[in-house]
């Protein structure tokens, strides 16, 4: 062995040290980006929920009012349909 290669302990154990500190800081960062992902995609999809629950509020209000003409409808149907038995 060439004593240009060999590496003392203390030199191994500091750069060991160096490549946990590398790999620790990697593992914040990644960690860091998945929370940010997740919270962007939380938000996204709240707020595809408000929308959805706005849109079906929305289409609550429409089928009461199409209920609401069509038994006004039915009302004013029979109601000639009477007045027509009555009168004939």
């Given amino acids: 062995m060439d004593k240009q290669s060999v590496v003392s ?3 191994y ?3 060991l040290e160096l ?3 590398k790999f620790s800081q990697m593992e914040n960062r990644i960690s860091l ?3 940010e992902v997740v919270f962007t995609m939380a938000v996204s999809h709240r707020k595809e929920i408000d929308f959805l629950k706005e ?3 929305h289409l609550r209000g429409q ?3 199409a209920k609401k003409e069509q038994q006004q409808l039915f009302v004013k149907k ?3 349909s009477a007045r027509r038995r009555s009168v004939g």
């Fill in 9 to 11: 302990m203390a030199m």
């Fill in 13 to 15: 154990e500091e750069q």
């Fill in 19 to 21: 490549l946990r500190d």
């Fill in 33 to 35: 980006k998945t929370d």
């Fill in 55 to 57: 849109e079906v509020l």
């Fill in 63 to 65: 089928l009461k009012v």
């Fill in 78 to 80: 029979y109601a000639a």
